[in-house]
C-alpha cells in the first residue's frame, strides 16, 4: 500500500464520518496526504478531520443543491484533488424520497456521486499528474436488475434490491467514466469492500443490532479491513492498469452481472443520470 507517496496530494473521501470512510481518512493521513473528510454529521466529520489533520466538509446527499454546494467548497478549498474516493453509501429498508424527487438509495449511492464527480473533473483532469476517482460498490450487483425507465423503484420497492441496482449502477458509472476520460490523466476503479460492519445499515434497526452482537463482530470485517481495497488502488504504481476495472476486495473480477458489462446500458445510464442532476440543463 506503500507502493506511491501520497505527500502534497490531497485525497477527498465521502462518508468520511465513519466506517470505511474514516478508517481510510485516518490511513491517508498517515501516508502523508492532504485529506478532505466529507461527512453528513458535523460532530463526527470534524472529528475524523482533527484526527488526520484535515479539514470537514459536511454534505447530505438526499439533497443535489448540497452536493452542489459541496462541489464548489472543494474546488474553493484545493488546487489539486489527486484522488475522489466516493464512498458514502446507505441502505433504507422502506421507500423513502430524497429532496429532489428521487428515490433515496439510488441518489445517495449514485445521483449524487455522479453529480459530484461530474462538477469537478474539470479540476480533476487539469492535473499533469496521475488522478484517481475510485467508487466504493458492492457485491449486492450480482443480484441486481437495472431498468432505466425505473430508476426511482416506483412499480416495485424492496430495499436490498434498490441497494443492489444502485450498486449496479456505479460499476456502470465506472465503466463509462474510464470510456469518456480515457485520453486524460484520469483513472477510474470500484470495489466491494467485502462484509463490513459499518453505518451503512442505519436505517435498519435489526441490521444495526447483528453488526454490534458478538456474532456480528465475529463474522463481518473491520472497517479497516474494508478500507483495505481503496488503499491498494490509491496507491497503484500505475493506476491505468486498473481503469474502469471492478474489484472483489483486492481482487479484479470481471463483472457477474449481464448488464455490468453492457457498455450501451453504461452510456444510457449516463446520459439518463445527467438529465436527473441537471447537468443538461
Same mark, same amino acid.
Given at each position: ?19 470505511i ?7 491517508f493521513?498517515?501516508?502523508?496526504a492532504?485529506?478532505?473528510?466529507? /461527512? ?8 475524523? !478531520? ?13 439533497s #443535489?443543491?448540497?452536493?452542489r ?5 472543494l ?54 499528474? *496521475?488522478? $484517481?476517482?475510485?467508487?466504493t /460498490? ?25 441497494y443492489?441496482?444502485?450498486? #449496479? ?11 469518456r #476520460? ?10 466491494? =469492500? ?23 463482530? !465475529?463474522?463481518?470485517?473491520? =472497517?479497516?479491513? /474494508?478500507?483495505? *481495497?481503496?488503499l491498494?488502488?490509491?496507491?497503484? =504504481?500505475?493506476? $491505468? ?13 470481471? *463483472? ?6 453492457? =457498455?450501451?446500458?453504461a452510456?444510457?445510464l449516463?446520459?439518463?443520470?445527467? $438529465?436527473?442532476t441537471?447537468?443538461?440543463?
Open positions: 500500500m506503500n507502493a506511491r507517496d501520497l505527500r502534497g496530494r490531497t485525497v477527498v473521501i465521502t462518508g468520511a464520518s465513519a466506517g470512510g474514516a478508517a481510510a481518512a485516518r490511513r493521513g498517515e501516508l502523508g492532504t485529506v478532505a473528510v466529507v /461527512g453528513r454529521s458535523q460532530e463526527k466529520t470534524k472529528a475524523i !478531520a482533527a484526527q488526520v489533520g484535515g479539514q470537514p466538509h459536511l454534505v447530505d446527499f438526499g #443535489l443543491d448540497d452536493v454546494k459541496l462541489a464548489a467548497d474546488l474553493a478549498t484545493y488546487e489539486q484533488i489527486d484522488v475522489l474516493a466516493n464512498n458514502a453509501g446507505a441502505i433504507f429498508t422502506s421507500r423513502q424520497t430524497s429532496t429532489d424527487g428521487h428515490e433515496l438509495t439510488f441518489q445517495v449511492n449514485h445521483l449524487a456521486p455522479f453529480l459530484l464527480t461530474n462538477l469537478l473533473l474539470d479540476r480533476l483532469a487539469a492535473s499533469p499528474e *496521475p488522478v $484517481q476517482v475510485i467508487n /460498490g458492492s457485491a449486492q450487483y450480482r443480484k441486481a436488475r437495472l431498468d432505466l425507465d425505473d430508476l426511482d423503484g416506483t412499480r416495485r420497492y424492496r430495499g436490498m434490491q434498490a443492489g441496482t444502485s450498486k #449496479l449502477a456505479t460499476i456502470l458509472f465506472t465503466r463509462e467514466l474510464a470510456q #476520460l480515457k485520453d486524460t490523466t484520469v483513472t477510474t476503479s470500484a470495489f466491494h =469492500p467485502g462484509a463490513v460492519a459499518t453505518d451503512v445499515t442505519r436505517d435498519n434497526a435489526l441490521q444495526r443490532a447483528f453488526m454490534k452482537s458478538r456474532l456480528g463482530r !465475529a463474522v463481518l470485517s473491520t =472497517p479497516e479491513q /474494508g478500507a483495505e *481495497p481503496l491498494h488502488l490509491a496507491t497503484l =504504481p500505475d493506476p $491505468q492498469t486498473a481503469n474502469g476495472a471492478y474489484f472483489h476486495r483486492l481482487t479484479r473480477e470481471d *463483472p457477474k452481472n449481464e448488464q455490468a458489462r453492457d =457498455p450501451n446500458l452510456r444510457e449516463w446520459e439518463r443520470s445527467a $438529465q436527473l441537471g447537468l443538461h440543463n
